[in-house]
């Protein structure tokens, strides 16, 4: 009976579970078959949709030889994301704070991004005022914004001034838009929390900080942190892996290459035209600057979906970012190496050499100087050497040393650098006259010592060699090879009286002075003498400034760039080539996308026997004229021509040396200023030591001869 009834039970219970599974297996089949359509379409999970950019690869830069000069080191910056920032104002401070406290506390708070807008309000004599020069910045004018936002109305209404507006009140009315006080102005932090908030949460608004426009809190930050933040659940910050560039030759080629930094404020509309964020890195000088677009590449999109609380439930990328081209130029690193080297040396012998001879003013205060080199056939930018030069890789530290030393390093004296040509000028007073028909190769004309044409005005310029040094000698009557190899200046005078100074500029202009090279860095165009320049200044041109012209003084003041790019025109017989430093472009993959065609960019009339007599001349001023000490010996066949130019009664001279190579084909053309060098012919061994590299010459560099020929430039002109 017992077992009946047990087993009755046990049947009771089996119907029981297999009626109720059945109830829940129909009501799983109606939800998830039957009514999938409903429930999908009333069952919502609401999310959100933000994007940020994924920061492009920057494109390195080379040498002419494939050697890479600026190359990528990656770092992960920690910025903070607008989208999921906290909302309220002490969300926002506390996860400031505890940030930074964490960034010092690992000692990673190098890379602090500190808050341009620190430099906004200035505490003096127990009130606070507005910094103009913060003022006049676009940052600037969005702070005027928003004080007019909090109803600050500026005192001169026209210019936007505040220079009577209390000032402490508007920053009062900050630290409560900040939560940094309460509404009666009591602190809600500490004096340091305060300080260190302010100015940062202010930057973050100037800088339009939002779900589209990250801010960068500190850079390179390690590993570590990285993973001590992740643990700590913070919200609010990302790591973005940024590009630090890397200069494998440190020290040499600064000018030219460039620095990168975040957009200046006056740069900034520009950049945000373009689709740049504000905090982009960009170049802000030399080929980083100039080649910026080929570099830059094109940022791509990421897309983050979050939830209603904040929890990113899915990310994808919505745009691939397009890495940046490499940027070859046309300088050969191992040649600029040695210029560099030879022009710092050329400095040291022209000063030992000075002290050693006791005289006054003999180069014992020259400091610096520029050599330039560039093929004469193609235009191609060889070497670009500036002293004193820096380095990039330590710029940051150094600046303030660099910026306070009187040698101005940072100034690019290559390009930049203005100067009276001297005796280099001559070259083309000679091509023209030849070319015009002013004088023949045989053309003689006297030399008096002192030029009388104009002695009826009391104007009797003298040549170099009619002094007391000189014994007040002359060099009687002298045809045009002759003039350019001893450099007599009233030789030159007569030929720029008849030529007149329309003729002359007709030519300096063709080859190239006073105009600009065509090389994409920023560069001087110089000054080319003559009445335009001065009208413009509100002055007169005279006859007698035309014959100072003519030996490359009065106003004339060029660029070794420009002068070692004029020599080439005239080597080219009128023809002048368009100077550049842009070799190829090439993509990610290696492909070539841009290559520099040589071009013509101005030509007169010059022809090849005219040519000749001056390259012949050239040839005479290495072997027997004012360089023939520089080159004793030497094996290779150039021709040059040496200058120097007064610059001030209580320094040296400047010294100015150009020559080309090899004499019966010219390939390169090379030019050197040293300020204060005294003498142009001294200025001939860094270009002499450059040539030896270039052509591999069995010649030792940096020698120094004992031979003390005297010719024009031995201190004489």
């Known amino acids: 009976m017992k077992r009946r009834d047990h087993l009755l039970r046990y049947i009771a219970l089996g119907f029981i579970f297999v009626a109720v599974s059945l109830v829940y297996i129909a009501r799983l089949i109606t939800i998830q078959i039957a009514s999938q359509d409903y429930y999908t379409e009333t069952v919502v999970t609401k999310t959100y949709t933000r994007t940020e950019p994924i920061q492009a690869q920057r494109g390195e830069i080379y040498d002419r030889n494939g050697k890479v000069l600026v190359e990528n080191k990656y770092t992960y910056d920690l910025y903070l994301d607008g989208g999921s920032f906290p909302k309220s104002n002490e969300d926002k401070n506390n996860i400031l704070l505890k940030l930074t406290q964490k960034a010092k506390a690992m000692d990673e708070f190098d890379g602090f991004n500190e808050p341009r807008a620190r430099e906004a309000f200035v505490y003096k004599d127990g009130k606070w005022s507005l910094d103009n020069a913060f003022m006049g910045t676009v940052y600037g004018k969005r702070l005027s914004k928003l004080m007019v936002g909090l109803n600050f109305t500026p005192d001169d209404k026209e210019k936007g001034g505040w220079t009577q507006t209390d000032i402490g009140e508007v920053r ?33 608004e100037l800088k339009n900080f939002s779900a589209v426009e990250p801010y960068t809190l500190i850079t390179d930050v390690s590993v570590a942190f990285i993973s001590a933040i992740t643990e700590g659940g913070h919200r609010g910050y990302n790591i973005n892996v940024s590009a630090e560039r890397v200069y494998t030759y440190p020290g040499y080629l600064s000018h030219v290459l460039g620095r990168v930094g975040q957009i200046q404020a006056e740069n900034a509309q520009y950049y945000t035209d373009l689709g740049y964020s504000l905090n982009a890195i960009v170049g802000t000088s030399g080929a980083e600057k100039s080649f ?98 820096y380095n990039l890789a330590t710029f940051n530290e150094d600046y303030s040393m660099l910026r306070e030393d009187p040698a101005s390093p940072l ?44 002695a009826d005005s009391n104007f009797t310029p003298a040549c170099w060699i009619y002094s007391a040094r000189y014994g007040y000698r002359t060099h009687g009557w002298i045809n045009v090879s002759k003039a350019i190899e001893v450099s007599c200046n009233c030789f030159f005078y007569d030929v720029g009286r008849q030529l007149t100074i329309t003729r002359m500029n007709k030519y300096c202009k063709a080859f190239g002075l006073g105009e600009a090279t065509g ?46 790019n004029y020599i080439s025109t005239v080597l080219s017989e009128g023809d002048r080539m368009k100077a550049h430093i842009l070799y190829q472009v090439r993509d990610y993959h290696g492909n070539i996308t841009y290559e520099f065609e040589p071009q013509i960019v101005d030509s007169i009339e010059l022809s090849s026997k005219n040519a000749l007599v001056v390259k012949n001349a050239m040839r005479s001023v290495i072997t027997e004229g004012s360089a023939v000490r520089i080159f004793v010996n030497y094996p290779l066949a150039i021709g040059g021509k040496t200058g120097t130019a007064q610059v001030s009664s209580t320094s040296s001279d400047n010294a100015i040396f150009t020559a080309f190579a090899p004499f019966d084909d010219p390939e390169i053309v090379a030019t050197c200023i040293i300020e204060k060098g005294a003498s142009g012919t001294d200025a001939g061994y860094s270009v002499r030591d450059l040539f030896t590299s270039y052509f591999n010459v069995d010649y030792p560099l940096n020698g120094v001869t004992e031979d003390t020929t005297t010719g024009e430039d031995g201190a004489n002109e």
């Open 519 to 564: 090389i994409e860095l920023s560069e001087k165009t110089g000054v080319l003498a003559g009445p335009t320049e001065r009208e413009a200044k509100g002055e007169t041109w005279y006859d007698g400034d035309t014959i100072q012209a003519a030996i490359g003084q009065s106003d004339n003041l060029f660029t070794p760039l420009q002068i070692s």
């Open 411 to 454: 100034f690019n004296r290559s390009l930049e650098g203005i100067y009276e040509p001297g005796s280099t000028f001559k070259i083309g007073m000679a091509a023209a006259a030849l070319q015009e028909g002013i004088i023949t190769p045989y053309t003689e004309i006297l030399d008096e010592g002192e030029y009388q044409y104009y």
């Open 172 to 204: 009062d009315a900050l630290l409560l838009r900040y939560g940094l006080v309460d509404a009666d102005g009591n602190d809600l932090y500490s004096e340091e929390e305060r300080d260190f908030l302010f100015p940062l949460r202010l930057d973050m």
């Open 292 to 389: 910026e677009a080929y570099l830059h590449g094109t940022d791509g999109t990421l897309a983050i979906v979050e939830d209603k609380y904040g929890n990113i439930v899915e990310t994808y990328v919505l745009k691939e970012p397009v890495a940046g081209q490499d940027v070859y130029l046309t300088i050969d690193i191992d040649l600029q190496m040695v210029a560099e080297t030879a022009l710092k040396n050329n400095i040291q012998t022209i000063v030992d050499q000075a002290i050693a001879d006791e005289g006054e003013f003999d180069g014992e205060d020259a400091n610096a100087g520029a050599l330039t080199a560039l093929n004469s056939k193609t235009g191609e930018v060889l070497v670009l050497a500036n002293y004193p030069s």
